[in-house]
């Protein structure tokens, strides 16, 4: 069960502790849980699951094919492993690897990539994952997952160990809007319906769920009945509940913090085209690298904003 | 070591060989160089050092065997045949539509293959990371893994090599089956390996030891022997192996593939089979 926040204020904590304290609780629990670093531990304060389980916590260096390489043979062990690197490299650096080595194998290791797309902000264009997902959601069976706040991040690491399959996460490392409240759980694969409407269905996720609800909000104040979907997974996708909302609202805008053309918006669209066609608009990056830049300032350079998502709103209701 | 054993083994690699060629006609064409410089150290390690199990292949405290050269799988299916892990006739469907006997070593379709390899780099790798998962779970068994020479011009290799010597993984043994050839040529036309192959592992942490004759059992079990001692340290053995070995045409082309009609492989398989039957006459 989960719990939306009353308040979306931006949250005291770092996101980043969401997956460590997830992983120091279930490695207390469960002598299988591994975690390997790719020389960034200390960016995602990793380094208290070193300092706690140091027997259980591995440094490959700057080396991610091989990174996840060993965390598929650990798991063919029996051991649980969560590999993590900037989401750049634990995607393209080490994508062959998680393909065959885990995909194709069925070794089930948990890939976490951080600082997803803008969030990369100052680290610019070679740090900026915005064909990560994209890259994970052709693996056939993979899991890929975009939370959006610390109660989702936590709930969703937790949920990762549990899984048979590959799966990839996105982590934001720095402070970001409290979407949940602390306890919150979401199943993979189930959407998450934060707000009813009829007019237009807006499905986002990670550091877009929040400008669509403030989106939806905006468009309220204009007449407009928004439906909001947290699409925290994006792979497998909750058809069932996209379908149902389309079904009523006739319109959707897909937002994401990913180049679009290989995204959720992409794959939503796959499931509509083929199931229900509706309008669609999307809103994400087209065709762009990354930039050095704040993540406001990118926000509106790819046209992310809450007022370019209620904007999409309109004109897909207009093309009904 | 008892020449009797030595001569088991002896003749295991011819079977192994004999077998692989079966195999490998089934389909009429496959990596048959590859695989024939493995033959006998396949041999050493199936039929004397490993401990398995065939009625058990996922047994937990088995020793494992990662041809990271997945290539030659035909060697290591007519290996596992022999071992007992299936009737060596099921192989004689390589590469058909749907058989359980791909040309890359499967690890889901193929009972007894420990890893799934093919994209070469990766399962050195994955074999590092099986001797870590042991080792944290007190498992007393060794990982084997053969690397191909040409193999070791992928970047992963080293990647694997210097996280194996970081952790001190001496419950991994690699074996190079360094036959001198890639797919388009030799390893010195190709991509030479600096001050030899050996003195890399040796730069990179790992204990490293030379067989002259990467062909010979007795100087495979006598390396392997010794790689076991070895305490602090992954070993591997460089094996100095001819390409094709055992088997006229391939021996002399040295290619990574070949393609043969059915009068040469008739041809081949009666050379394979005399070979086998001349050997067994020779040593019992």
Known sequence: MFKVAEKHDVDSRANRDAYSDAMLEMMRNNERIVHIDCDLAWCINATRIQKEFPERFFNAGIAEANAVGVACGMEATGMIPFVHSFGVFASRRAFDQAFLSAGYSERAIHIIGSDPGITASFNGPTHMPLEDCGLYLNVPNAIVLDPCDYAQTYALTRRSAAEKNLTYMRLIRRSFRTIYEDGSDFEIGKGVLLREGKDVTIVASGVMVYNAIKAAELLEKQGIDAEVIDMHTWKPLDEELLLKSVGKTGAIVTAENHEVNTGLGSAIANVLAARHPVPQEFIGIHNRYGMVASQDYLEREFGMTLENIAEAAIRAIGRK | ?????????????????????????????????????????????????????????????????????????????????????????????????????????????????????????????????????????????????????????????????????????????????????????????????????GAKFDAFGWGVIEVSDGNDVEQILEAVRKALTVKGKPTMIILNTVKGKGIDFAETSGEHSSTLNKQQWA??????????????????
Not at chain 2, 152 to 166: I, K, L, S, T
Request: some cysteine; aromatic content about 6%; glycine content about 12%.
């Open chain 2, 267 to 284: 041809e081949v398989l009666e050379e394979a089979e005399r070979k086998y039957a001349e050997l067994r006459e020779a040593l019992l």
């Open chain 2, 1 to 197: 070591m008892h020449m009797e054993n030595l001569n088991r083994l002896r003749l295991l690699a011819c079977e192994i060989r004999m077998e692989t060629m079966k195999i490998i006609a089934s389909k009429g064409n496959g990596h048959v160089g590859g695989s024939l410089s493995i033959a006998d150290v396949l041999a050493v390690l199936y039929g004397e050092v490993m401990k398995y199990d065939p009625q058990d292949p996922n047994w937990k405290e088995r020793d494992w065997l990662i041809l990271s050269k997945g290539h030659a799988g035909p060697a290591l299916y007519a290996a596992l045949g022999i071992a007992g892990f299936y009737p060596k006739e099921a192989a004689y469907h390589l590469n058909e539509a749907g058989s359980d006997f791909p040309s890359h070593a499967d690890h889901n379709r193929t009972r007894g293959v420990d890893i799934t390899t093919g994209s070469l780099g990766q399962g050195i790798s994955e074999a590092v990371g099986v001797a870590l998962g042991n080792r944290m779970q007190g498992i007393d068994s060794h990982v084997f893994v053969i690397c191909g020479d040409g193999e070791c011009d992928e970047g992963q290799v080293w990647e694997a090599a210097q996280f194996a010597a970081h952790n001190h993984l001496d419950n991994l043994i690699g074996f190079v089956d360094s036959n001198g050839r890639q797919l388009d040529g030799t390893i010195d036309e190709v991509m030479s390996h600096g001050k030899g192959i």
